[in-house]
């Protein structure tokens, strides 16, 4: 049986094919106009000098391991409201058959917010990253277990010309030591499992270990309470991609203020 991972994959696969035959990668360049950036790396790396907690705030409808978290499903609205409450960042789920995403949903908080957007999908084709910046993202999400070495350093550089940050993520100690010999400085840490969907906070903890100080590090999934915060605080980590935590809270406001203070 195959996992839930290599399921995404492959139908992303047959998804890119049918985009493209849509609008082809020299017509997406013709599309291109701003590269500019909302400096989603500085932000990161600034957290981390200063040792100040960052908040990378998802956006999505659904997940696997979720199922549907809203049924009236307003991206602008939370992007707005994620803003306010003081996030530095934020991510946006694009993958449309697992996660009920949308690339239009990218311009359109894009309207709404002044904040770095991050773009969160199964990005495994250069189409992606053009796709993602004419879209008006800031950064995108590599999946090193869905990569080959040589993929990912092609796209952190396809991504530097059209003026896209990169997230490193990683689940396991192979992963990190490919991120690492990468070289690219921001690297991920999924406390999720994607192949079965389970989860394990002390993921990030135990595989900080392995990282040299010179690497900025953000902890994905999972982070429910202040004490996950004050955990990871504990052995340098200072950035947090964070989604259903706050999505399912009764007050957005309210869940994030308490991350923060």
């Known amino acids: 049986m195959k996992d839930i991972l290599s399921k995404i994959c492959e139908n992303k696969k047959v998804e890119l094919e049918k985009t493209k035959q849509r609008c082809s990668f020299s017509s997406l360049e013709k599309i291109l106009q701003n590269k500019n950036n909302r400096d989603f790396k500085e932000l990161i790396i600034n957290s981390q000098d200063q040792k100040n907690n960052n908040i990378i705030a998802e956006i999505k409808k659904a997940s696997p391991s979720a199922g549907v978290i809203f049924k009236n499903y307003f991206p602008e609205i939370i992007a707005a409201d994620y803003e306010k409450s003081g996030v530095g960042a934020i991510s946006i789920l694009t993958e449309t058959t697992f996660f009920h995403g949308n690339l239009d949903h990218l311009s359109l908080i894009n309207k709404k917010t002044n904040l770095p957007l991050l773009r969160k999908d199964f990005i495994i084709d250069p189409y992606q990253i053009l796709e993602s910046k004419v879209y008006q993202a800031d950064a995108i999400l590599l999946i090193v277990s869905i990569l080959s070495d040589k993929q990912m350093k092609d796209f952190i550089n396809l991504a530097d010309q059209y003026g896209l940050d ?80 706050i999505l399912k809270s009764s007050n957005i406001n309210d869940k994030i203020r308490e991350f923060l203070n």
């Open 166 to 245: 990169c997230l490193i993520e990683t689940h396991t100690e192979e992963d990190i030591n490919r991120a690492i010999n990468i070289g690219y400085p921001v690297i991920g840490i999924n406390n999720r499992n994607l192949k079965n969907l389970s989860i394990n906070i002390n993921n990030t903890l135990n595989l900080m270990k392995k990282i040299p100080k010179e690497f900025i590090v953000v902890a994905e999934s999972g982070i429910k309470s202040k004490t996950d915060i004050d955990k990871c605080n504990d052995v340098g980590v200072f950035n947090f991609l964070i989604g259903e935590s």
